[in-house]
Nanobody, 128 residues
Framework: QVQLVESGGGLVPAGGSLRLSCAAS????????MGWFRQAPGKEREFVAA????????AYADSVKGRFTISRDNAKNTLYLQLNSLKPEDTAVYYC?????????????????????WGQGTQVTVSS
């Protein structure tokens, strides 16, 4: 049974940092793109960042570019998101996800409906 378990969320002041982790079990995803999404109360789930299987290709939402960094350790079957210079508007539940589609080239999907496996989410709250 495939499981994705996020951790590392919490309450931080504006300007602070957090590192989120997403541990996968049940199968390996070293050949799959993975991503982070977030959802704030009353808002739709939005794309944050994505990374290809090797870790050599990444994509970010404009709102987090330069502040967040996505990475992965395939030996540990774990995905990471480093969040720096946090703002109150970054407050949301953060989810990791796996895209099971195999693409040619360097395409990284930003559409939540193209991701098949999801974690339960971890809450990030940034105080002003």
């Amino acid at each position: 049974q495939v499981q994705l378990v996020e951790s590392g969320g919490g309450l931080v002041p504006a300007g602070g940092s957090l590192r989120l982790s997403c541990a996968a079990s049940g199968r390996t995803f070293s050949n799959n793109n993975m991503g982070w999404f977030r959802q704030a109360p009353g808002k739709e789930r939005e794309f944050v960042a994505a990374i290809n299987g090797s870790g050599g290709g990444t994509a970010y939402a404009d709102s987090v570019k330069g502040r967040f960094t996505i990475s992965r350790d395939n030996a540990k079957n774990t995905l990471y998101l480093q969040l720096n210079s946090l703002k109150p508007e970054d407050t949301a539940v953060y989810y990791c996800a796996v895209d099971l589609t195999y693409y040619t080239g360097t395409y990284l999907s930003e559409a939540y409906y193209e991701y098949s496996y999801w974690g339960q989410g971890t809450q990030v709250t940034v105080s002003s």
